[in-house]
């Protein structure tokens, strides 16, 4: 039985596994499912960044989070466009309301704010519902995420001396 645990918890940190396991973490934290794809990020990360591999695989770690945080939210983005729209506008919920007013305000450009954590997802699920432009909200969407991750690499290979 302990075999069994130690064979399936190596199936995670397989380095062919890797960029599979951060798209899906990164596709499900920008749905309503919990994915804590900052965490996975930043533990792959450190795991190439202590062992001294290339940096194609940074990219591509960089890339995959990136694909699965933008495929995510266009996810919630296309569920969104199918809710009748007279129904949220009744919606007693403060921070609901709020980005309602924010995204009629902004407009599309609110998009550039999807990267932040329960805001952003009600963000594209309003661009949605509002039926903004597929490309453009794409292409938003896809900058704020690259960002998010460009920032949080940053982060993880400046506050990590000496590792290198």
Not at 103 to 111: D, H, R
Not at 114 to 122: A, C, E, H
Not at 124 to 143: E, H, Q, T
Request: aromatic share 20%.
């Amino acid at each position: 039985m302990y075999d069994y645990f130690i064979s399936f918890f190596a199936l995670f940190f397989r380095s062919e596994n890797q960029l599979f396991l951060m798209f899906v973490s990164a596709f499900l934290s920008a749905t309503v499912l919990p994915g804590n794809s900052e965490i996975i990020f930043s533990i792959f990360l450190s795991q190439y960044l202590i062992m001294g591999d290339s940096s194609s695989f940074i990219v591509s770690l960089l890339v995959w989070a990136t694909l699965g945080n933008t495929l995510g939210s266009m996810t919630t983005y296309y569920i969104a466009r199918f809710v009748p729209l007279p129904k949220l506008q009744s919606s007693h919920n403060s921070s609901t309301r709020n980005a309602l007013l924010y995204t009629q305000k902004y407009g599309i450009w609110v998009l550039l704010f999807s990267w932040l954590p329960i805001l952003g997802d009600i963000f594209c699920g309003l661009a949605g519902w509002l039926r903004f432009n597929v490309l453009y909200s794409l292409l938003l969407i896809f900058v704020a995420k690259g960002c998010r991750y460009a920032i949080l690499l940053w982060g993880v290979y400046t506050f990590t001396p000496g590792i290198l």
